[in-house]
């Protein structure tokens, strides 16, 4: 049978990105073709022009740039991460830094040349929603590549060059090509798209339809 290939683009900055992955993998395991499934995940720089410095966590730039209350903008964040925890997920949202993301892709696509893209996809996600990390800072990115299984000249390596920036662009601009406006955003055989971190219901249904219209053509 035809396969049906999902590219899913996403940010490590995005804290609804991680839930979509997990409600996405839910409808994956229900989807009876799931062995047919090919997804690619690709990288969208949601905030291109941040700092790699990080000045204040994500409630803080809420009552800043939205003029939120202090109350409010934890609020926000703790009801995001009430939402993670309906999925297994301990986020920590409070603490989160809002920075560069760009390196981190980087290091997510060098990781996919190497087979072990999901170990640190899955590593950086965690880090970033639940231990406040600085996913901009080289130590921090080093140290995370490690726990995922990387080598270390390697990474060190990586991120002392400009290696696969054009991998990280090439993504970002076929995501505005097809439409891609916000992450998580799926589209499965570039036909069914399915933005914002949907309930698993909304995924599985979006598997089922490309596989009947798989199947009628």
Same mark, same amino acid.
């Given at each position: 049978m035809a396969e049906i290939n999902v590219e899913f683009w996403f940010d490590?900055?995005?804290?609804?990105?991680?839930?979509?992955?997990?409600?996405?993998?839910?409808?994956?395991?229900?989807?009876?073709? /799931?062995? /047919?499934?090919?997804?690619?995940?690709?990288?969208?720089?949601?905030?291109?022009?941040?700092?790699?410095?990080?000045?204040?966590?994500i409630p803080r730039r809420l009552e800043r740039d939205l003029g939120l209350t202090r109350a409010a903008a934890e609020a926000a964040v703790d009801q995001v991460g009430a939402l993670a925890a309906e999925v297994g997920l301990d986020y920590r949202m409070r603490d989160a830094l809002l920075v560069n993301s760009f390196d981190a892709h980087r290091l997510t696509h060098f990781a996919a040349a190497a087979g072990r893209d999901h170990e640190v996809r899955e590593r950086l996600l965690r880090a970033y929603t639940g231990e406040a990390a600085n996913l901009a800072d080289h130590h921090t990115l080093l140290r995370l590549g490690l726990e995922a299984g990387l080598e270390e000249d390697a990474v060190r390596a990586l991120l002392d060059s400009d290696d696969y920036a054009d991998s990280v662009r090439t993504d970002h601009r076929e995501g505005r090509r097809l439409g891609v406006s916000g992450v998580p955003t799926a589209i499965?055989?570039?036909?069914?798209?399915?933005?914002?971190?949907?309930p698993s219901a909304v995924y599985l249904e979006a598997l089922q339809q490309a596989?009947?219209?798989a199947a009628a053509q």
């Open positions: 490590y900055l995005c804290p609804w990105c991680y839930i979509g992955k997990r409600r996405f993998e839910a409808a994956l395991a229900d989807f009876d073709r /799931d062995e /047919d499934v090919r997804v690619r995940w690709r990288s969208y720089d949601l905030h291109p022009g941040e700092s790699k410095v990080p000045d204040l966590t499965i055989d570039q036909r069914f798209t399915v933005g914002g971190a949907q596989a009947l219209s």
